[in-house]
Every structure is written in C-alpha cells, then in structure tokens.
C-alpha cells in the first residue's frame, strides 16, 4: 500500500453544516439535444462524468466563529478537503495512536478517494480543529490504514469520507451576535467521480424500466404539450398543424430516499440516464386502467371498464399511452404493448388488444395496471437533498419529458 498521497497537505475543512437545512447535492451532467419537427430527437452527452457540488450553511458560535472567519479568509479559490458530512461513519472502538486498521462501517459509504477523516463530534467540548486525514482503503469492517495514526481517537469520532472542493463565489457571513455567525457555503467538487451506469432493474426493449415510487405528498403533475407548427395570417383561422401527431408528456416526481442503500440505488439510476442523454420507460404509478374480468389465454388482450381508449388513442400517429405495465399483487410484472382497441358497448367495457398474450390471470390478483411511456430526464442537473446523514432521509424531484423511439414516431 503506498504511503504518500497527492492530497495531504491540503487544508481540511474545518466547519461541519447546520442540519437544520440539511445538505444540497447537485450532480451536473451537459448533454447536446437536437429534436426535429416530428419530435425525433439526437442526444449526445458532453461529460464523462457530472460535475458535483455541495451546498450548505453553517452556524459558528464562540472559537467556531474566528474559525470560520480565518479558513474563509486564508481559503480563497484554493483547494480545501471537503468531508461528506452526508455519508459519515461512527468509530466503534477505542483507536489507540499507532492503530492501523480503522473498525467501521464502510458498506455503501464513499471511501473512494484514499483519504479519511478523523474528526470529535460536535458538542463533544473539544475543539473543532481536534482531526487527522488518513490515508485509507475501504474493506471489510473498517478502514486499512496506509499509515499509523497519530492522536487517541474514543467511540463515537466521526469518520468522513473526503473530495477536493473549492468555495464556489462571494461568500457572506451574517454576524447574528458577537460569538455567532452564520454563512451560506458551496463548495465545487474538483475531481470527477464516475459512478456505474448499469443498473439491475426491469427492463423493457433494452431500455431501463424506472420502479423507484414517487412521493405523493405533493400532487404529481403532468403537462401535456404538443409540437405544432403554426401560421397565422390573423384575417381568418389560424392553420396548425400537429407536426408531433401525439400529446408530449412532462412529469415530475418527487422522490424520498431512505437508507444508504435506497440512495445509492437513486444515484447509479441518475448515472445510468447521464442527464438529459438516456431514454427509460416511466410508469405513471397510477390506476390508469381498472380490469374488468379475468384473462384467459384466447383472449389475446384485457377487457378493461370503458374508458375512451378506442376513440382517442388509437388515432394515426400516437405514440403516448400505447404501453402498460401490469403489476400483480403476487409479485409479478408483465409489461405489453396495446396494438388494438374496440368497445363492447353491451357490457359497457373496452377490449385491447396485446402485443404479446398474457397468462391466464385472475381480475382479483392485478393491483394496477398503469401507462408505461418512453420518457427522459428534462434536466442535466439533478439536486439530492440530505435532509439527515445516510442512514436517514434524502429527497431529490425529476422532471421527465416524453423520447419515443424512431420506431414508435413512423409506425
């Protein structure tokens, strides 16, 4: 293991963040769109890798304050090693000086960069400048040490992964009294950090199927737009024409995470759609169709309550809500196109037709069945709100916008 590491020297970030505000994370992909009139669409990514930043505030009171003030002053543009207070690890042992192993945590933690941090807790009594970068290697139950350490570490020290970063900006601090202040930081990551960008999951026409549920806390919103074409010479009716042929979707969700791994399953979801580049199929999450008898083998599609598809969606030229996803309450998923749809006006009912036949299925076993759409993110900066560290709660919102194939715009 090498003993020498490009990083030590650099100044350590001293100031952990008020988590009354929790911490922002912002991953910032840059992808090239061109869409045509039909709404075809080359997508070419820009970045390897996001940029990343972190933004938070703090609170300094008493020694914490001349701290802040000193490591603003004397930091500027240059390079400081940034802890991610998010994703903090609790020693578990007492760590006598000389220790070269580090008994802690480490699944799904970001101990990628070679260095840890050695910090006192806040509220602990020792000063805030009591820590030692050490060079690591995550393993199993801990951290191998490159290096022995150097001070007497207790149960409970906080043991951060660390990234370069520099402060983004003006940077203003709010003296609330004479021992308290109070600024708002950002921090730039220096270095890229990839992530996987394969993620086992469903998958539907080789593309990603997204099965991470919104939060329904606020309304879900959909936006229907159309691409037209529009010549208006104001002496008579404007003419339009509806070069897209079908409705454009925009949907945003809202997301929370619980736990490292829910994170984490997040982050390599964002990683695998490189922003605004990869298209997925997204499910509405919805009761969009209601069931309205078994499913039996010559059916060769499902009889559904009577709900206007025949009339609007099977227009020439549609390519929105022509996929669903079928969702058992015995675990099972079956994803199909609907390639024909007619009305049983008697039985008040709709029957569509199915791509592929499904089993024999009873009405009483499907607990949705909702719209599949081709669909891609509607942004290359996505946010991850820390609201507690990794082990507790983060949020993030998306926005998607509709991406049908080539295929699905011609057929």
């Not at 009591?130 to 906080?158: C, D, K, Q, S």
Request: proline share 6%; glycine share 6%; net charge negative.
């Amino acid at each position: 293991m090498a003993t020498n590491h490009p990083w030590l020297g650099t100044p350590v970030w001293p100031i952990s963040p008020d988590w009354a505000d929790g911490v922002l994370e912002r991953l910032e992909f840059l992808t090239d769109v061109h869409q045509s009139p039909v709404g075809a669409e080359q997508r070419r990514a820009l970045r390897i890798a996001p940029r990343r930043s972190f933004e938070f505030s703090v609170v300094a009171e008493g020694a914490e304050r001349t701290i802040l003030d000193i490591a603003l002053t004397g930091v500027g543009s240059y390079p400081v090693l940034l802890p991610l207070y998010h994703d903090a690890a609790d020693l578990a042992v007492e760590l006598p000086p000389g220790a070269t192993f580090l008994p802690a945590d480490t699944v799904q933690r970001e101990f990628r960069s070679g260095l840890a941090l050695l910090q006192t807790p806040v509220g602990s009594g020792a000063s805030r400048m009591r820590y030692e970068v050490v060079m690591a290697t995550a393993g199993a139950g801990g951290l191998a040490l490159a290096n022995p350490t150097r001070l007497h570490w207790w149960p409970g020290t906080r043991v951060y992964p660390i990234v370069r970063a520099r402060v983004v900006g003006d940077v203003q601090i709010s003296r609330v009294t004479s021992r308290v202040s109070q600024a708002q930081l950002r921090f730039d990551v220096i270095d890229p950090l990839d992530w996987s960008d394969s993620f086992p999951g469903e998958v539907r026409d080789g593309r990603l199927v997204w099965t991470v549920a919104p939060n329904e806390r606020d309304a879900l919103r959909v936006d229907f737009h159309r691409l037209q074409s529009v010549f208006d010479h104001e002496l008579g009716p404007a003419q339009i024409t509806d070069t897209g042929t079908s409705a454009w979707l925009r949907q945003q969700y809202r997301f929370t995470l619980e736990g490292r791994a829910e994170r984490n399953r997040f982050r390599q979801l964002l990683y695998s759609l490189r922003g605004k580049q990869r298209a997925l199929w997204l499910p509405t999450f919805s009761d969009d169709l209601i069931i309205a008898q078994d499913v039996a083998l010559a059916d060769e599609g499902i009889y559904v309550e009577r709900c206007g598809y025949t009339q609007y969606i099977t227009a020439p030229g549609q390519h929105a809500r022509r996929d669903i996803r079928i969702v058992l309450h015995d675990g099972r998923v079956f994803h199909r196109r609907i390639v024909a749809a007619r009305i049983e006006e008697a039985a008040d009912r709709e029957w569509l037709g199915l791509d592929i036949t499904l089993p024999t299925l009873a009405a009483a076993n499907v607990q949705r069945i909702e719209f599949l759409a081709p669909m891609r993110m509607d942004q290359d900066s996505t946010e991850l709100h820390h609201i507690t560290d990794a082990d507790g709660v983060a949020e993030s919102v998306v926005t998607f916008v509709s991406a049908p194939s080539l295929r699905a715009l011609g057929d």
